[in-house]
């Protein structure tokens, strides 16, 4: 069974611009768990645009299903994540100009200042997952590092329109699923990903376990309300897995 991992960022986004209590992201939380999704998927960045740091210790206080952080890899953000302990921390790159997080991880370049970084959390029982690019090369040091997952950026394959094109994306994704999959990782994927495009990544990557998926989820919920938005998405999911 494929797992959906919905991030609810953006009902903190909407809070933001007027400082106000509401939209409660924890409410969110509670609709997105009653819709059968696998987890709670948010990225509390250095800069607070959108979660803050409450908001993640009533998540972890408060949801039954896992609970996935985003975050920068940087001091602060590692002892928010020993306090706090998430299920699951993403190790994500974090530039403060950006709308959204534009690409994946440099692992390679910075494996040697996340070595500690993801050693310090593990100790603590956490699993790390690496948002990375389909790279072979950020694999091997995924699995160098001793991570436990994994994470796609699918920001590419997302954006193309190219049918020719869009397939070589998908078989680039393929051959590094497959190659992650192999040396003992577990692979998730996200970033763009919508209720167009998300069957044809399901349908030829199987061994993809894992959708992070926030922006189409929320923004679909503004016309049929949030838990029929997460339940349609898992019935894409579903179906796909039945063919």
Do not use: W
Not at 75 to 91: F, G, S
Not at 134 to 150: C, M, S
Not at 212 to 234: C, D, P, Q, T, Y
């Amino acid at each position: 069974m494929t797992r959906l991992g919905v991030n609810i960022d953006h009902v903190a986004t909407l809070r933001q611009t007027r400082k106000t209590r509401y939209p409660n992201p924890i409410a969110a939380a509670a609709l997105v768990e009653k819709a059968k999704a696998d987890q709670i998927t948010v990225h509390l960045r250095e800069d607070r645009r959108h979660i803050q740091d409450r908001d993640v210790e009533e998540l972890r206080q408060k949801i039954g299903i896992a609970l996935n952080l985003e975050m920068a890899a940087t001091q602060e953000m590692v002892k928010i994540a020993c306090r706090i302990k998430p299920d699951i921390v993403t190790l994500v790159p974090e530039r403060r100009q950006e709308l959204t997080t534009e690409g994946g991880l440099d692992a390679e370049k910075l494996e040697a200042y996340l070595t500690p970084v993801i050693q310090n959390m593990k100790q603590e029982g956490i699993e790390v997952s690496l948002f990375i690019e389909a790279n072979l090369k950020q694999i091997e040091t995924a699995v160098r590092l001793g991570v436990d997952r994994v994470e796609f950026h699918t920001g590419r394959y997302s954006g193309l329109s190219d049918k020719k094109e869009f397939q070589k994306e998908l078989a680039r994704i393929k051959e590094a699923t497959q190659f992650a999959v192999e040396a003992g990782l577990f692979v998730a994927a996200g970033h763009g990903l919508n209720y167009d495009n998300i069957e044809d990544i399901a349908r030829q990557i199987p061994e993809i376990e894992e959708y992070n998926i926030g922006h189409s989820i929320i923004s679909r919920a503004v016309f049929v309300g949030l838990e029929n938005a997460v339940r349609e998405m898992k019935e894409i999911l579903e179906e796909v897995r039945k063919k």
